[in-house]
């Protein structure tokens, strides 16, 4: 098991924190309630666990780098792709990957139990590309292996040991999307995290789709890049044959219907087999839901994953926003009693300057540079929001 990240950093920044503030307060002469120096207290404890955030982990993308460890390292690979009643999607994208600039590749479909059309697409499909593999897996009535299944097939139908994972609903953004992601698999690295965003739609839900698949992106990239990997998404993502077998699959999670992303990578990476590909001919896409109902159910199920990670990565990812939500509460509070605040603006400006800087970059690669001044925003938002997904998920 990986050991936790070392705390001391935090605890010297806390500890210089709360000496210049007790400096400060004694050369301004001031006389503070204790629910004044309680809030105050909280308000630099929580900047600084942000900046740590910022500083230590996120910063990390911004200087992400294009070309792998190996330029042009071009091992066979299989892409698989699990596909139930996908026809237009399967129609619109598939043929985006089919034409792919690799040298030695084959896409396997796996046609999970559709009764649409989209077996005949995928037959269409077969007579033009000599690459292309159908995996056909009857519609006979049960629905208890849910996507776990079809990757399985796929994955043991699959020719060679790097395997590529993507949807069908997803499209890459560059026809380099494999070549780019294959740099992964250099030095004997057995697991490749990228990512995937949402495509662009209008509407305010849209922007709250983006923006949370963006930060997800940017913490499991970012965590890993800091050789503390968690999770990764099936939209984009890779491992190999080797590394598949030696957790025996999605064995111990198969019960579970979702996962097949997330807890495999929790499973199966470690601070040495992962690698992390981020520019942007190394995206996927994906098609956001139309209706904020049908996405707060999406983002329930994912919740429902989350309570099998390690404890000290649910640490991590907790103390962010609980972080997050104590240090804008303190500085609304301190706004309230009028306690300094301008100084108390300065620091929650210096503290959204910090986090648009940082962002900066990640959200251009992953094409929403538009919403980088609306981060503290959609952020806030979140704070509210995700409460309610969490209960909602433990219903599921």
């Given at each position: 098991?990986?050991?936790?990240?070392?705390?001391?950093?935090?605890?010297?920044l806390?500890?210089?924190l709360?000496?210049?503030?007790?400096?400060?307060?004694?050369?301004?002469?001031?006389?503070?309630?204790?629910?004044?120096?309680?809030?105050i207290?909280?308000?630099?404890?929580?900047?600084?666990?942000?900046?740590?955030?910022y500083?230590?982990?996120?910063?990390?993308?911004?200087?992400?780098?294009?070309?792998?460890?190996?330029?042009?390292?071009?091992?066979?690979?299989s892409?698989?792709?699990?596909?139930?009643?996908?026809?237009?999607?399967?129609v619109n994208?598939?043929?985006?990957?089919?034409?792919?600039?690799y040298?030695?590749?084959?896409?396997?479909?796996?046609?999970?139990?559709?009764?649409?059309?989209?077996?005949?697409?995928?037959?269409?499909?077969?007579?033009?590309?000599?690459?292309?593999?159908?995996?056909?897996?009857?519609?006979?009535?049960k629905?208890?292996?849910?996507?776990?299944?079809?990757?399985?097939?796929g994955?043991?139908?699959?020719?060679?040991?790097?395997?590529?994972?993507?949807?069908?609903?997803?499209?890459?953004?560059?026809?380099?999307?494999?070549?780019?992601?294959?740099?992964?698999?250099s030095?004997?690295?057995?697991?490749?995290?990228?990512?995937?965003?949402?495509?662009?739609?209008?509407?305010?839900?849209?922007?709250?789709?983006?923006?949370d698949?963006?930060?997800?992106a940017i913490?499991?990239?970012?965590?890993?890049?800091?050789?503390?990997?968690?999770?990764?998404?099936?939209?984009?993502?890779?491992?190999?044959?080797?590394?598949?077998?030696?957790?025996?699959?999605?064995?111990?999670?198969?019960?579970?219907?979702?996962?097949d992303?997330?807890?495999?990578v929790?499973?199966?990476?470690?601070?040495?087999?992962?690698?992390?590909?981020?520019?942007?001919?190394?995206?996927?896409?994906?098609?956001?839901?139309?209706?904020?109902?049908?996405?707060?159910?999406q983002?329930?199920?994912?919740?429902?994953?989350?309570?099998?990670y390690?404890?000290?990565?649910?640490?991590?990812?907790?103390?962010?926003?609980?972080?997050?939500?104590?240090?804008?509460?303190?500085?609304?509070?301190?706004?309230?009693?009028?306690?300094?605040?301008?100084?108390?603006?300065?620091?929650v400006?210096?503290?959204?300057?910090?986090?648009?800087?940082?962002?900066s970059?990640?959200?251009?690669?992953?094409?929403?540079?538009?919403?980088?001044?609306?981060?503290?925003?959609?952020?806030?938002?979140?704070?509210?929001?995700?409460?309610?997904?969490?209960?909602?998920?433990?219903?599921?």
């Open positions: 098991m990986d050991k936790v990240p070392n705390c001391k950093y935090i605890i010297s806390r500890t210089v709360l000496f210049l503030q007790n400096k400060l307060i004694l050369t301004l002469n001031i006389n503070l309630s204790i629910s004044e120096y309680t809030f207290t909280l308000l630099g404890a929580t900047f600084i666990i942000q900046l740590f955030y500083l230590i982990f996120f910063i990390r993308l911004s200087f992400s780098s294009k070309k792998g460890n190996e330029p042009n390292i071009t091992p066979p690979i892409v698989v792709v699990a596909a139930r009643n996908e026809e237009q999607n399967l994208n598939l043929p985006l990957i089919l034409n792919q600039n040298p030695n590749f084959e896409v396997i479909v796996v046609n999970d139990r559709s009764w649409d059309e989209s077996l005949d697409v995928l037959l269409a499909f077969e007579q033009q590309y000599e690459h292309l593999r159908i995996v056909d897996i009857p519609d006979v009535g629905d208890g292996y849910a996507k776990k299944m079809a990757l399985t097939l994955i043991k139908a699959a020719q060679h040991d790097r395997l590529l994972f993507t949807d069908a609903d997803c499209i890459p953004t560059s026809k380099n999307w494999i070549q780019s992601m294959a740099q992964g698999f030095n004997n690295k057995m697991l490749v995290l990228g990512a995937g965003p949402y495509q662009y739609r209008k509407g305010f839900l849209n922007k709250l789709i983006r923006y698949a963006i930060i997800i913490q499991y990239l970012a965590y890993a890049k800091a050789k503390i990997p968690y999770m990764g998404v099936g939209r984009n993502l890779g491992y190999t044959k080797e590394l598949y077998d030696s957790v025996r699959g999605f064995k111990s999670h198969y019960h579970i219907p979702s996962g992303d997330d807890l495999f929790n499973e199966a990476s470690n601070r040495k087999n992962t690698s992390v590909i981020f520019h942007e001919e190394a995206i996927t896409l994906s098609t956001p839901k139309d209706s904020y109902q049908a996405w707060k159910e983002k329930s199920r994912h919740f429902t994953t989350g309570n099998r390690q404890r000290y990565q649910l640490f991590l990812l907790a103390l962010f926003p609980i972080s997050t939500g104590i240090f804008y509460i303190s500085a609304g509070v301190l706004a309230l009693l009028n306690f300094f605040p301008l100084y108390i603006l300065a620091v400006s210096f503290k959204m300057l910090i986090q648009m800087l940082t962002f970059r990640p959200f251009k690669i992953m094409g929403s540079k538009n919403l980088i001044f609306m981060a503290p925003f959609l952020e806030l938002i979140f704070l509210f929001l995700t409460p309610s997904l969490i209960s909602k998920s433990k219903h599921l």
